[in-house]
């Protein structure tokens, strides 16, 4: 480094000199003008080193932040959706985007950013999360959210929840009053009656569109294979996944990440998808990045998919892209899993591969701005 | 390699040529004597190599098995066991690892060692995972487990489970028969029942011991602080765990890994550690190790414990035992946790760190010898 910085310093005033004689021929007055100019060259050149300093320090004084959500991957073809309906998801990616970025712009905490944004998208009946979430294969609604905090790696999670308006909330009760990481069922009701958090009945998670799509499902399997056991990963490549997830730096210098879901449209058995797994759905930590997930829940179980994009980043040595990329297009792909990731990092960078149509996605911009994407674009 | 080869047998034919006209000092019927002595001596040298390779061959083919186990971390003090009670516990432990080791040395599956030597320690009293669950705050019993196969990187877990005799053969059901991975509350219980799984009523899972601790604590807690919130980790420093849990490498050079639990004593609100969690609890994956973990299990989910040595394996490019002492003795430590885990290599190398006083744990020695240890010994 301190070679090639002497070379250039060398190389720079033999370029100089013969700049010099090929301008001035000579000339002395010619030689005077030229050194003014040079001198104003070499002050302009200056200012921007300093400038370039002061705004690269900012940025590791943690003055940058940063935000990115999904609301689900899956076979998302603009075939199948009207300008209308488009409209719609991206009016409402682009509400819960300002909500958390103006949290981070206020100065308020990663952790903030997430909750509230997640809310936002928890409350529209659009995505499968909170109003809206898919039915199991009994005809009901069971909620699972988890949510973790890059600073301290405090972590808490929900799973099979069936009378919480927000999920992700609870389980950053779990995380913040509670001993504990992960609690399901009827269990975390108590915890979150116990805590103040009014109980909502099923109903209100009704939504038609979700409950006419279990009703093909099951009308489908009753046609194909009346007694069969269903086979793994049939689903995947049908159905449209819409679990919802915010990752975020704030400026503090802070991650967190943050996920919720309704599951899998006819899901049985009180199954567990990835989204309350912290390492699988969800992962943020200051040292690496905030991961949130979304697909074909099983195989990011099984492929420890957020946290594998934080250890390919400590271990590997590879860049957020790098690493993302790495995870959804190899790794999960050769598993024969389907989904994508949102991450972000602690400088701010932002990776959102996924290996389906599409996906329901967006993040603030280096000038403030949101962007929208919806399919492969 | 082709070069360093090369000049071996140059240097090597020197050094014979120098030793010859030492030894023969130039006498021809000295000469050959030595030549006699220097073909025996090359004879020789072929037949260590060969068997040599031969050995190896045998290793690389997957011949080698092995088996660890263990019945759990905490504060285990010689001085607060009986040598009767202890030789109890060293007699369970060494009866599951044999009913492993039987099922390996026979040509069978590292999952089935998994599951039937976790089935002893199920069935066995002494441990905290099937019959001798510890109790929750409300006097129940609610256990979890799960299981991975290393070749498929299959997963099956189930959580909050009551009425199943052994979890660890619900979380293989899950495993092998349904799409899922993981399954919650009375879901699983269903599911157990549809497929033929007979359940058990919750008298079953009681022992008069763990009554006796859940009561214990009930008192210590209403005199110590009536109202206020149990702080995190209070009772990881005063309690045994009994998690129990197993890796088996198979002559086909298949890893799996499995583990059970009751969970910790007097826990709410459906609460779930990290025993059932793949990644946290149980991880196993051919290319690099198989691990079961038992401790205070929230540690274990926030740090992905079991994944993380795959991972310094993986990308870190760090030997089993270096990736498991780092993993328990660095990252667990600064993160305030306590609590050990057993592993496997490829090449049956087995790590079986802990940060407690002691671990309830064992392996077969490469005779094929039962090795029990309990304290740091």
Not at 30 to 58: D, H, K, P, T
Not at 224 to 234: F, L, T
Not at 311 to 334: P, T, W
Request: aromatic share 8%; hydrophobic share 40%; proline share 3%.
């Amino acid at each position: 480094m301190a070679f090639s910085g002497l070379q250039t310093v060398f190389a720079t005033v033999a370029i100089v000199n013969c700049i010099k004689q090929f301008a001035t021929g000579g000339n002395r007055m010619n030689e005077s003008i030229f050194q003014a100019c040079f001198r104003l060259f070499l002050y302009f050149g200056v200012w921007v080193v300093v400038v370039g300093f002061v705004y690269s320090q900012e940025l590791v004084s943690g003055s940058r932040i940063g935000i990115a959500i999904h609301g689900g991957a899956g076979t998302i073809l603009k075939e199948n959706m009207s300008p209308e309906e488009e409209e719609t998801y991206r009016a409402e990616l682009r509400e819960a985007l300002l909500v958390g970025y103006e949290i981070l712009k206020g100065g308020g905490s990663s952790l903030d950013a997430v909750e509230k944004a997640i809310n936002i998208l928890e409350d529209s009946p659009l995505f499968n999360a909170g109003k809206g979430a898919v039915f199991t294969n009994s005809g009901t609604n069971e909620l699972d959210a988890s949510i973790m905090d890059g600073k301290t790696l405090n972590a808490g999670a929900v799973a099979a929840v069936k009378h919480t308006k927000n999920p992700i909330s609870l389980a950053r009760l779990v995380m913040e009053k509670s001993p504990h990481v992960m609690l399901v069922g009827e269990g975390a009701a108590v915890f979150a009656e116990k805590l103040g958090m009014k109980p909502v009945p099923q109903e209100y998670f009704y939504t038609e569109k979700r409950w006419l799509q279990l009703q093909k499902i099951k009308a489908r399997e009753k046609s194909v294979a009346p007694d069969k056991p269903v086979p793994r990963g049939s689903q995947s490549r049908t159905e449209k996944f819409g679990t919802v997830g915010v990752v975020a730096l704030d400026q503090d210098g802070n991650l967190a990440a943050g996920t919720s879901t309704g599951g899998m449209t006819n899901k049985r058995f009180g199954r567990v998808g990835d989204s309350p797994i912290i390492g699988a759905g969800t992962y943020a930590n200051n040292q690496t990045c905030a991961v949130s997930a979304t697909g074909h829940g099983e195989y990011f179980i099984r492929g420890v998919i957020a946290y594998d994009v934080s250890a390919l980043m400590q271990y590997g040595g590879l860049s957020l892209a790098e690493a993302a990329d790495k995870v959804i297009r190899e790794k999960l792909g050769a598993m024969g899993g389907s989904g994508g990731i949102i991450a972000i990092d602690r400088e701010g960078n932002i990776a959102m591969p996924f290996n389906t149509a599409g996906m329901y996605r967006g993040y603030m911009d280096r000038n403030g701005k949101p962007v929208i994407r919806i399919y492969r674009d």
